[in-house]
């Protein structure tokens, strides 16, 4: 390699750098809240999933809805998708996976649903967590941690991690996560920033 192109490739990597830091710092701007790296034993599907999971959050914060959503894949197919509709319909319990998993469960059979995995862009909560568990399906994926994701809100977590939970009550249900946790939090930082407007 010649002498000038080294050089230029040297610039090139400067100004990748000067990019990355003022990106980083733009989303630390956006939310102090610091993100988890992303859990070693999530796979490329998992990234493509996640990010279609927050795509549907993004959606529902459009619409005045709560930045939350949920899919349920099958064999790398997407066979249901659902958003959180706690404030349109004031129920409590409409949480994505509450209303994925309940329609998901009338529709498709134990074996299906068994081979399925549920992707959520948020950490799954104590009342889905109960409800997963009464469901045959084996693999979870989520976005955000529900620790950080409180924090961005400025709540005190008090929730028990997902992984340490289903540990204790269904160690057979493989739970990963974060997967693009700053992608996550950026969603709920926005949300909260247009709901004060
Ligand atoms: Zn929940």
Redesign the pocket.
């Known amino acids: 390699m010649s002498k000038q192109v080294a050089f230029l490739w040297m610039i090139v990597l400067l100004l990748c750098a000067v990019f990355m830091a003022f990106a980083g710092g733009e989303i630390e701007a956006q939310t102090s809240v610091k993100a988890f790296p992303d859990d070693p034993l999530s796979t490329e599907e998992d990234r493509k999933f996640i990010r279609r999971a927050y795509e549907l959050a993004r959606n529902a914060a459009a619409k005045g809805y709560r930045p939350?959503a949920a899919l349920l894949v099958h064999e790398g197919r997407i066979l249901a998708e659902h958003e959180n509709t706690v404030n349109q319909s004031g129920n409590i319990t409409k949480?994505?996976?509450?209303n994925l998993l309940g329609m998901a469960t009338e529709k498709f059979s134990q074996d299906i649903l068994s081979k399925s995995t549920l992707y959520t862009s948020g950490e799954?909560?104590?009342?889905?967590?109960g409800l997963i568990d009464r469901t045959p399906i084996a693999r979870i994926v989520y976005g955000a941690s529900g620790s950080q994701t409180r924090k961005v809100y400025g709540r005190e977590y008090r929730g028990i991690p997902s992984k340490e939970l289903f540990q204790r009550i269904k160690p057979s249900l493989i739970v990963v996560g974060p997967v693009f946790e700053v992608e996550g939090l950026k969603i709920h930082a926005e949300s909260m920033r247009g709901a004060r407007r």
């Open positions: 939350y949480h994505a996976e509450v799954p909560c104590l009342m889905c967590c």
